[in-house]
């Protein structure tokens, strides 16, 4: 046989579907971390809405919901939250809209709903 009968014979033999061959996936996309809160810098002081220190803001953390929350270093250490919410960066610190007392008593979990009595 001719070379070019061969060719021709081996293309019914073999469709050009069976000779293609599946590309490799592509990469995955590199998910980069969330860039830092930007608006409550770590670091700055903290202050109650009458203006009375409450610490130093540790870290900003962004929940899966997408909320944003405070973690502040109290001057003995420990560390409390906040919601961004309450929050608004001053000139000089940033301010939460509670009191020292607020900010010292966390809020109360809601209560469960009574359910009617069954007759």
């Not at 009968?5 to 293609?20: D, E, G, M, V, Y």
């Not at 009375?52 to 953390?61: F, I, Q």
């Amino acid at each position: 046989m001719f070379p070019h009968t061969l060719i021709a014979l081996s293309a019914f033999a073999f469709p050009p579907a069976a000779l293609q061959v599946a590309a490799p996936p592509p990469p995955p996309i590199p998910v980069a971390a969330p860039a830092p809160d930007q608006s409550f810098p770590a670091g700055a002081e903290v202050l109650a809405v009458d203006g009375e220190p409450l610490g130093v803001l540790a870290r900003v953390e962004i929940t899966p919901g997408g909320e944003r929350i405070l973690h502040i270093r109290r001057p003995d250490g420990t560390t409390a939250i906040a919601p961004a919410t309450v929050a608004s960066r001053g000139e000089r610190a940033i301010v939460l809209e509670w009191t020292r007392a607020e900010f010292e008593t966390p809020p109360a979990a809601p209560a469960p709903e009574a359910t009617p009595p069954t007759l």
